[in-house]
């Protein structure tokens, strides 16, 4: 469970920190608890726990706090090892960087085909994909996939990446921010060159998000050169982006019409049968054991696209986490706001007796007895009120609950007291407390 929702932190925090500070003090950190509500973080030095305290903490409690639906908090610890695991693993990260290998592909291993489920809405898309990914540059070059934020773009993207590189085969995966971003910083540093040569050798480039280019023309001369001699070499060129080619206003006409060149599929929110595919698979993923009615509540309940239906998934695995309950209904009704968490209690006979016994120091056995000492009585007619005013109960009832009276009683019980309550202060202030007390019972 820790780990579902670190994880899930950890992809929200992706988007939303600068990537130099995601990768220096996100990544290497490790969650290791999951309790009360405090995430525990374990973190490689003394260092990193201040800088990530003061600059971060918010950040963090507050994604988590997003994330599982409650009010959480981050405890962070100090382990040396990470440290040691860090530095071990910084020379392998500087050479997968000098050889071009992409952040993005490289940390989604579990975006690959096996995990993505098929349905109407995306299938042409999947199958455009999966046929890049074992032939590359025979078919559909470029390939071109558009649709709306959360469907699978980046997904079968990254799937194509895994694909190939388990195949050996040497590919290219860049954002198209990353694209723009590295080429600025060539540009700077008067290093075109070595930019240029890192897109040469390589069989298959795949820009994510090619919507980033819009408006930048440095950017698209330069990508448009890049473009040109890959296809030109029979390389094979995948691009994503959340508009179609025609949609896209700021591209140069050449650039546009050349993502137009090949096939351009789109990808659509999942129709009824995808959705419910999807609740099963992420459900699944997650580890959820669910019972009766809770694919069905997850199916219907609001969300656009697969990251919000994720969301919700891990909201509801963190919530039966916490509270140690199994995954049902009501836990998924609570665990999404659907209802109120303390569902309203019906208000009983029982209750309202316990209650005028408290307050008029009666027992039950007299307010159910043949007594009439005015306390019994009048406490006797004050619960037949409430019971009156605050169940569903016949008057029927509510004489043979107490001591098996008349209907007429009760009647004669309910005129009683509306009478007294006019004029006596005090048991408008017993009545009214005892209404309170009723109305609001823990
Ligand atoms: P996009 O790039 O289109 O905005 P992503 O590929 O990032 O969307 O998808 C968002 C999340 O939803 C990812 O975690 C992805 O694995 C998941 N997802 C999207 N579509 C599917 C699918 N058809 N099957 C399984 N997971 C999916
Ligand atoms: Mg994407």
Not at 31 to 46: C, F, G, K, Q
Not at 217 to 237: D, M, P, V
Not at 295 to 324: C, P, Q, Y
Request: net charge neutral; hydrophobic share 40%.
């Amino acid at each position: 469970m820790v780990d579902a929702i670190w994880s899930k932190v950890k992809q929200e925090l992706r988007g939303r920190l600068a990537q130099r500070h995601y990768e220096a003090w996100i990544e290497p950190a490790r969650a290791v608890a999951w309790s009360d509500n405090v995430l525990t973080l374990e973190v490689p030095s003394p260092f990193a726990r201040e800088f990530v305290r003061r600059h971060l903490g918010d950040e963090i409690e507050r994604t988590l706090g997003a994330v599982t639906g409650v009010v959480a908090g981050v405890e962070l610890l100090v382990n040396r090892a990470l440290e040691e695991r860090g530095k071990t693993s910084r020379p392998r990260r500087a050479r997968a960087e000098r050889e071009g290998a992409a952040p993005d592909a490289n940390g989604a291993p579990d975006y690959t085909f096996d995990s993505f489920v098929v349905g109407q809405s995306n299938v042409m898309a999947y199958r455009a994909a999966h046929a890049v990914a074992t032939e590359p540059g025979v078919r559909f070059n470029p390939l071109f996939i558009h649709g709306g934020v959360g469907l699978g773009k980046t997904h079968l993207l990254a799937a194509v990446a895994n694909g190939l590189r388990a195949g050996g085969r040497p590919v290219q995966y860049v954002s198209g921010e990353a694209f723009v971003n590295e080429m600025i910083a060539a540009l700077r540093r008067d290093r075109m060159e070595d930019f240029r040569r890192r897109f040469r050798g390589i069989e298959t480039l795949i820009v994510d998000d090619v919507q980033f280019f819009a408006g930048k023309e440095r950017s698209q001369a330069e990508f448009t050169h890049t473009f040109n001699s890959l296809h030109q070499n029979g390389k094979q060129i995948v691009l994503a982006s959340d508009r179609a080619p025609e949609q896209m206003s700021g591209l140069e006409v050449a650039l546009r019409n050349r993502f137009a060149s090949g096939l351009t599929v789109d990808v659509v929110p999942p129709d009824a049968e995808l959705r419910d595919a999807l609740v099963q698979q992420k459900l699944a993923a997650a580890g959820v054991e669910s019972e009766e009615g809770v694919l069905e509540l997850l199916v219907h309940h609001w969300w656009e696209n697969v990251r919000e239906l994720e969301g919700l998934v891990t909201r509801v695995a963190a919530f039966a986490s916490i509270t140690g309950r199994s995954v049902n209904r009501v836990l998924v009704e609570e665990a999404l706001g659907m209802t109120a968490r303390r569902p309203p209690q019906r208000i009983t006979i029982e209750a309202v007796t316990s209650l005028v016994c408290e307050q008029f120091s009666v027992t039950r056995e007299e307010l159910e007895s043949a007594r009439r000492t005015a306390r019994i009585a009048l406490s006797r007619q004050v619960a037949m009120y409430l019971c009156r005013h605050h169940t569903d109960r016949t008057l029927v009832a509510i004489g043979q609950a107490f001591g098996g009276r008349d209907h007429t009683t009760v009647v004669h019980a309910l005129s009683a007291i509306e009478r007294r309550l006019r004029e006596d202060e005090r048991l408008r202030d017993a009545v009214r407390s005892l209404q309170n007390r009723l109305t609001h019972r823990e």
